[in-house]
């Protein structure tokens, strides 16, 4: 595939949608799926098609799981400077790349530009950070506390490891597990979300540009998930499943990998309370709100799901949220001036239009927005939502668009409690100028990541993850990421 080169220019036109048609990235080579079937990708501001890409079957899993044991050895044997060297290289190529990379990710996903360009930055980083990280594996050496011999503790990467990924951040999702994989030593095979495949692939022939050798990083996309899943997770010499999606899948993914007993990192769904207290500065506080929430449109495990204002501050709140809402621009997410994009697909705006319906049967005002629009694409306009009854299905559910809902509160001990009313826990955000008030409830909310007078908490050098149902272990951060690719070996000496 010689997209990469051929779309340096950034401009829609110049992607060659044919190349992606070439097929399955197997052990260096662009196969065909040995069923021959193919999976059309749709354009979620216009419903068109904007290609089609392989649909794998169980033999091409096998294959692809074969290809990773072949490149293991020697990659597990790389120096971790000359592995530094690839990465880092990762790290540029898709700087380099990131115009023409941010248009493919908001032709596929229908993100803004602004928002897909966010997203290429950040998921380079991760090569950057773990470029950094490679050279800084180190074990441990030290006397027995009996005297009779050493305890030496080795780091060595885990093997071949199955990632899967969700088409809302088709970048950063995938270079979030492959540079910590890389960097530790594994070799991996990539099933990206089927919506949003073309991404991974154009990473993929970046990957090999950068020097990746042939088999280390694999990528199939199928319309066959578990099966094609099942059979890589059944043969013994894949060793990781590192899965980011929906609370659902990965609860079977869980129990897959059991039958196996293979290691599992779950970056799953997400709640997340917003808490504004009467003390926060309004101006931050929206600000951090419409990061918080529209970011991606509000397609983010991180998204502000519950946004809790105390009752000072709760009327100028609303009124704020809605001005700025009403005023985004909303379009097609290669229009340079859109805001906010289209929705994923059909079903995810039908799913919004319900839980707004819900609220609104359930006695909500509808502040703005609140109606899908007629025509092509999958559009849900901005909404801002107030007097929500903690009864509201959006109150317990991934809302996953562009629709904040307020809930008005009093007191500091109903903030916490309803900002813990939910089986997720992933990120929180909390707004306060009392900083000690700001701690103590951070301490308090029962979720990986708490953001202060802010609405982003992601960051490649910070450890990210959730607790309750969103999740089991940490990507990025200093050494977190990539010890999830990693197992000790302890080595009992005498001499
Ligand atoms: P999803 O339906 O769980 O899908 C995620 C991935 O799993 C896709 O690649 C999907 O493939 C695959 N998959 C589906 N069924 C499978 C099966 N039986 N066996 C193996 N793989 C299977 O989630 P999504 O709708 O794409 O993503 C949204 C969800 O992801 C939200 O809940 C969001 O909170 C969560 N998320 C979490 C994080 C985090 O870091 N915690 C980050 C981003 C998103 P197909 O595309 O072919 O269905």
Redesign the pocket.
Known sequence: MNITKQSAAGHPDGLDMASFSQGLFIGGQWCAATGGGGIAVVDPSTETTLTSVADATVDDALAAVEAAAKAAPAWRDTAPRRRSEILRRCFELMTERSQMLATLISMENGKALRDAKGEVAYAAEFFRWNAEEAVRISGEFGMAPSGTNRIIVDYQPMGICVL??????PAA?ATRKIAPALAAGCTVIL?????TPLTAYALAAIYAEAGVPAGVVNVLT??N??PV?SAMLSDPRVRKLSF????G?GR??LAEAARHVISCSM????NAPFVVFDDADLETALDGAMVAKMRNAGEA?TAANRLYVQSGIHDAFVAGLAARMQALAVGPGTDSATECGPMITRKAVDKIARLVADARDRGAQVVCGGEAPTGKGFFYPPTVLSGVPMEAEMAHE?I?GPVAPVYRFDTEEEAIARANDTEYG?AAYIFSRDLARAMRVAGRIEAGMIAINRGLVSDPAAP?G?VKQ??LGREGGQHHGISEFMEAKYIAATF
């Open positions: 899967i990924t969700p088409w809302n951040f999702m099933k990206p979300a089927s919506v199928t319309t998930p578990g899943t980011t999606g929906s609370t899948v079977s993914l970056e799953l769904g997400g495990c991934e996953f992933l990210f959730g969103s999740g």
